[in-house]
């Protein structure tokens, strides 16, 4: 059942002063204060002139006020909702919605990744292993021969530097007699001096870091290494015997040679 508007009901006088101030329906007489209200109604008196016009006091007005807001919000629970309303609430829902769903997918990808997990670890732990560490997932080395050059160099310093000191020790104890001091520096200048301009300028393929420079920078934890000796001296020694490396930054293993075993 429809409800008559207020402002409808009341008679033709009030009304009409009603409809001056641009009130003609119940629902923009809330819009207004009765105050507000009360001083437009006398303002368009005087302009229109007081016999136009009737005279609306302000308990009159306070109490159309009061009967025109109780009908309003008594209509309000017999509204059906409307499509409109119905399809602002779904879109009000649909964040939520997409963000229900999505939770879903993730727990279900994160199930089948922790399966995944978990089969590698139980079938695969050693295989997967030995594929990291060892020479089996090797690369081709892009430049062999200056890398096995550069190994051989490092050993080489490494037995100049050592001779040096021998020979120098001898000369001191007098165990080596009628001989040159210029023995002992040359071998040293021998054995640094292919260091400084060929060893330590022989980068990786992969990270461009230099891989017997005995300069200090991040190692990886495969890299090849001795106690005491570091990561140059052993990982120089697996190029000339075994034909490979793993770098000493990247972790990258590189093979010298296309072998059977290397592949």
Same mark, same amino acid.
């Given at each position: ?32 204060? =009765? ?10 008196? %005087? #302009? ?7 005279? /609306?006091? %302000?308990? &009159? ?15 309000? =629970? ?25 939770? &879903? ?43 096995? #050059?550069?190994?051989?160099? #490092?050993?080489? !310093? ?53 891989? /017997?420079? !005995? ?30 490396? &793993? ?5 990258? =293993? ?10």
């Amino acid at each position: 059942m429809e409800h008559k508007d207020y402002i409808a009901t009341l008679p033709e006088a009030e009304r009409k002063a009603l409809a001056v101030c641009g009130i003609s329906k119940a629902n923009q007489l809330s819009r207004i204060s =009765p105050e507000r209200l009360y001083a437009e109604i006398e303002q368009a008196r %005087q #302009l229109f002139g007081e016999e136009e016009l009737p005279a /609306l006091s %302000q308990e &009159r007005l306070q109490q159309i006020y009061t009967l025109s807001t109780a009908q309003t919000e008594s209509k309000q =629970p017999e509204q059906t909702p409307t499509k409109k309303t119905e399809d602002e609430d779904f879109a009000r829902n649909i964040p939520e919605l997409k963000l229900r769903n999505r939770n &879903r997918h993730r727990k279900v990808e994160d199930e089948e990744t922790a399966g995944t997990v978990r089969e590698m670890t139980q079938e695969e732990a050693e295989k997967h292993k030995k594929h990291v560490t060892g020479k089996s997932g090797a690369i081709r080395c892009t430049h062999p021969l200056r890398t096995m #050059l550069s190994a051989l160099l #490092l050993i080489w !310093m490494y037995v100049a530097i050592i001779g040096a000191i021998a020979y120098t020790a001898g000369l001191l104890l007098g165990v080596i007699k009628n001989a040159s001091s210029a023995i002992p520096l040359a071998l040293f200048l021998s054995g640094v001096l292919p260091y400084i301009l060929i060893v330590r300028k022989t980068k990786c393929s992969v990270c461009n870091m230099p891989i /017997l420079s !005995m300069a200090s920078y991040p190692r990886n934890k495969f890299a090849h290494r001795f106690p005491l000796l570091g990561y140059t001296f052993p990982t120089a020694l697996h190029i000339i015997f075994l034909w490979w490396y &793993r770098c000493p930054a990247c972790g990258t =293993p590189q093979k010298l040679l296309k072998r059977k075993h290397h592949r």
